[in-house]
């Protein structure tokens, strides 16, 4: 079992940034793939940048690509989304994920946090 809490979240204009944070506790940290997704209301739920569990391999999703960062401090237990750049259409609840398995382009996490929002002002 895997414990996610996400920080960080808030209120930005745009062209400002942001960094999420989600600490885990539990089970091995290093053992998980983690990633990030968001959902906006009345969308679907995006599935937007993963890391391995050394941190040698990404996934973005176009919509952040060039703009977002995901990185994790194994010694901390705590992966971070570095948000730069921010546009209203990146108002959304981001969720943290982990999972032991890692897909870049597909991935199906099995535990989740609970949320943080992120609003993104005109």
């Known amino acids: 079992q895997v414990q996610l809490v996400e920080s960080g979240g808030g209120l930005v204009q745009a062209g400002g940034s942001l960094r999420l944070s989600c600490a885990a506790s539990g089970r091995t940290f290093s053992l998980y793939a983690m990633g990030w997704f968001r959902q906006a209301p009345g969308k679907e739920r995006e599935y937007i940048a993963a890391i391995s569990w050394g941190g040698g391999s990404t996934y973005y999703a176009d919509s952040v690509k060039g703009r977002f960062t995901i990185s994790r401090d194994n010694a901390k237990n705590t992966v971070y989304l570095q948000m730069n750049t921010l546009k209203p259409e990146d108002t959304a609840v981001y969720y943290c994920?982990?999972?032991?398995?890692?897909?870049?382009?597909?991935?199906?996490?099995?535990?989740w946090g609970q949320g943080t929002q992120v609003t993104v002002s005109s």
């Open positions: 994920a982990a999972d032991r398995h890692y897909s870049g382009t597909a991935w199906s996490p099995e535990y």
